[in-house]
């Protein structure tokens, strides 16, 4: 933020380095996709949590480094980016590139890593072929040529015989009956059982080194952690901001202009949420404030676009500030050091807070904290209490705003007799969205356009007939209307003669002042009977 005050004039939108390279860009959305996310297995790395195949992410996260190195090199952007090579080399040697989710469950650990492991492995493999080999040998000695040799947990390994074939088994095949089932029967041999222990004590201390060698390797990565950490920021930041290139081309933003005069500018500007979800065109509308406008009270129908106006200054606001385009045709913005809303209707109940406090807390929060420099977007404060109630806090905040704070300031309200401030505050400038009226006279149809100048209705009886209310409401609603307009005071004239202009001036109390400057400690009896004759005489 320093920086683009002190060097406003050449300021540089960093997602700029991006979006001028469209063809690196490009390589580099795609080379970007490979990396995990580094912060997240560095942490499973230091509390000892990560499995083979988290380490198997971070090999593959390390392995594109070099090639987005020279790319960020090409653009002259981050050159000092650590590729990781050593820890690439220890992971790409260690780790089976399809492991198990657990560690205890072995088919961790390559071959070429551990003499003594591809020894155990040479052993186990061949225990197994001898099993496969055993087989064929029994089927030609017996001549049962259905006979299986098998595996199972409980009776480790066994030779199975189908009850057709029991008969062809003789004292002299020196089988030993294992287990009977329904279909077939179960034998061992002493061979077998030989070879069996051989085999299940080999994959048994398999298991246990792969395990030792599993924790040792994530040790020797936990030594790593400062550096990934160090890249895995580096990479979010790039990633965030080829995003912003990316999203800038394809939507048409534009780079903003960061002014020191606290003016600004937005031509033809544009919600970037709200335009991509609608179905229809999206209305652009230009914001105007230069450094002799301090507030905009924006009046309009409901639905007409006064939140969307507000939020979209707010948004291209932040967009700017973080390095990002922004969508607008034209946008010259000053450095806004915070951002304060007012918006939607929210309570707090469990706190005990009503809608009305929550209001006023955030209002209270804003007007308190607020500097020249700040952004403040008030939408419909002072709606939550009595008519009278609401306008008037509305009127005062607005007034406090204006003269003691003078940040930007959007106000959008309903209190149509707001709008007569305008004459007396004179920073203030009237805004209203327009909308127009069929010929029918009830169907109403919001043109989303933001022009100058006030408007004394809201519509609200004819948005309720679109929001489905029935008729005989609608009619009836009307009718009470008309009476109110017919009787109605005009509160524009009231509020022109109560809008006066306020210093926000602490007035002194001349006894207060006597009494903190008095030492009472030093007062004879009499002189402090005259001393309060005095201030009781000041009173009147």
Do not use: W
Request: glycine share 4%; net charge negative.
């Amino acid at each position: 933020m320093k920086s683009a005050l002190t060097f406003s004039a050449s300021y540089f939108s960093p997602s700029e380095f991006v979006l001028e390279e469209f063809i690196l860009s490009e390589e580099l959305r795609k080379y970007l996709y490979e990396v995990y996310d580094l912060e997240r297995l560095s942490g499973r790395v230091a509390l000892g949590n990560a499995n083979a195949r988290d380490l198997l992410q971070l090999k593959n996260s390390i392995k594109v480094l070099p090639i987005i190195k020279e790319m960020l090199l090409q653009i002259n952007f981050y050159s000092d980016i650590d590729t990781l090579d050593t820890l690439y080399d220890l992971l790409n040697t260690s780790i089976y590139e399809e492991p198990p989710i657990g560690i205890k469950e072995g088919y961790l650990i390559k071959e070429g890593y551990s003499k003594e492991l591809d020894e155990l492995k040479d052993l186990r493999s061949g225990g197994k072929d001898f099993i496969s080999r055993f087989e064929i040998e029994e089927k030609e000695r017996t001549g049962i040529k259905n006979l299986k040799v098998g595996f199972n947990k409980v009776f480790g390994y066994y030779i199975e015989i189908s009850k057709g074939n029991l008969n062809l088994v003789t004292e002299e095949m020196g089988y030993i009956r294992k287990q009977t089932l329904a279909n077939c029967e179960r034998f061992i041999t002493p061979l077998l059982k030989e070879k069996e222990d051989l085999i299940l004590s080999a994959e048994e201390k398999i298991i246990n080194l792969e395990y030792e060698l599993f924790i040792d390797i994530r040790n020797k990565v936990k030594k790593y952690i400062t550096k990934l950490q160090k890249v895995s920021k580096v990479i979010s930041e790039i990633d965030v901001l080829q995003s912003f290139a990316l999203v800038s081309e394809k939507y048409n933003y534009i780079r903003p202009t960061i002014t020191l005069d606290h003016s600004l500018k937005l031509i033809d500007s544009r919600h970037p949420v709200v335009e991509r979800v609608i179905k229809d065109e999206y209305v652009p509308n230009d914001i105007l404030m230069d450094n002799g406008v301090y507030t905009l009270l924006i009046t309009g129908p409901n639905m007409a676009g006064k939140s969307t106006y507000m939020r979209q200054l707010g948004i291209i606001a932040i967009m700017a500030q973080i390095g990002c385009f922004v969508p607008a045709k034209e946008a010259k913005l000053p450095v806004f050091d915070q951002i304060f809303t007012r918006i939607g209707a929210s309570d707090d109940l469990v706190s005990g807070e009503s809608t009305f406090m929550v209001e006023m807390k955030e209002a209270t929060n804003a007007i308190k904290n607020a500097t020249k420099s700040s952004l403040i977007l008030f939408d419909e404060l002072g709606r939550g209490t009595a008519t009278y109630d609401g306008m008037s806090l509305a009127q005062a905040i607005l007034e406090y705003t204006h003269d003691r704070i003078g940040c930007k300031t959007l106000f959008s309200t309903h209190y149509h007799e707001l709008t007569s401030l305008e004459k007396n505050l004179r920073h203030l400038k009237n805004k209203h969205v327009s909308a127009s009226v069929a010929d029918d006279g009830e169907e109403i149809i919001f043109l989303h356009k933001v022009k100058e100048g006030s408007i004394d209705r809201s519509y609200g009886i004819n948005v309720a007939k679109l929001a489905g209310l029935p008729t005989e409401v609608i009619s009836r609603a009307s009718e009470i209307l008309a009476t109110y307009e017919s009787n109605e005071i005009n509160r524009k004239e009231i509020s022109v003669q109560t809008s006066l202009p306020l210093d926000f001036i602490v007035q002194k109390s001349e006894v207060e002042e006597t009494l903190k400057n008095t030492n009472i400690l030093e007062l004879s009896p009499l002189k402090a009977l005259n001393l309060l004759y005095e201030l009781k005489e000041k009173l009147k």
